[in-house]
């Protein structure tokens, strides 16, 4: 276990559904991200978050809204997702060098 | 924008050959890093190097950081099934900038 964890570990949704994944990480660490992992693009950054700041968005379609309430709490919204969104989604934290990843959440779009 | 070049893509060796994955950046980096995923797991750290010509060891892993500060590889020796993964490098660059990783290198060991 690195103390970060990710919720659910699985997901199968429909294009219409509207679902949440869940990150929380337990090692006190400032900056928290979202990468898509698949086949064509093995890590593939979404979004950074610093001190529950936004700092990078890597042109990511409004389909996926990131939201950090704190420090320790990340979430990722997804609405209207496509087939082509189906992958593996990495939750990470760090607090200067080293980037702690979670098991992430398998995500199926139908 | 940085972009980091890791190859070969895939390797498949006989259970005790060496294996190396070489890593290239378009920028000069203040730092590379090292992860393993495991098949079916996450990226786990392995290593950070940050000084020009660097050269660490890890048991039967070597990691070296080139000269210009550019360029990385990774070099296992007399390979194992626990070796099985894909490996990535991420350069890192002065500032607040992420992590740039490469498209990892997947190994697969034949026993």
């Known amino acids: 276990e690195t103390g970060v964890t990710q919720t659910p570990r699985h997901l199968v949704m429909g294009m219409t559904n509207k679902k949440s994944l869940k990150c929380e990480q337990h090692l006190g660490h400032n900056a928290m991200y979202w990468y898509k992992q698949s086949a064509k693009k093995p890590l593939e950054l979404m979004f950074v978050?610093?001190?529950?700041?936004?700092?990078e968005n890597n042109s990511v379609p409004s389909r996926f809204s990131p939201e950090c309430p704190n420090s320790s709490h990340l979430f990722l919204h997804l609405h209207t997702l496509q087939p082509e969104d189906s992958a593996l989604y990495l939750c990470?934290?760090?607090?200067?060098?080293?980037?702690?990843f979670g098991p992430g959440t398998r995500l199926t779009v139908l | 924008g940085q972009q980091v070049m890791q190859i070969p893509q895939y390797q498949h060796v006989q259970e005790g050959e060496d294996f190396t994955t070489y890593c290239n950046s378009s920028?000069?980096?203040?730092?590379i890093q090292w992860y393993k995923q495991r098949p079916g797991g996450h990226p786990v750290f392995l290593i950070q190097?940050?000084?020009?010509?660097e050269v660490k060891k890890q048991k039967r892993l070597t990691f070296q950081f080139g000269e210009a500060k550019k360029n990385s590889s990774l070099h296992i020796t007399a390979t194992q099934t626990t070796d099985v993964g894909t490996y990535f490098c991420a350069g890192g660059d002065s500032g607040n900038t992420p992590l740039v990783f490469g498209k990892g290198t997947r190994l697969s060991v034949i026993a």
């Open positions: 978050y610093n001190f529950k700041e936004q700092t």
């Open positions: 190097l940050v000084k020009s010509g």
């Open positions: 990470a934290s760090s607090q200067a060098t080293e980037q702690f």
């Open positions: 920028t000069t980096l203040s730092n």
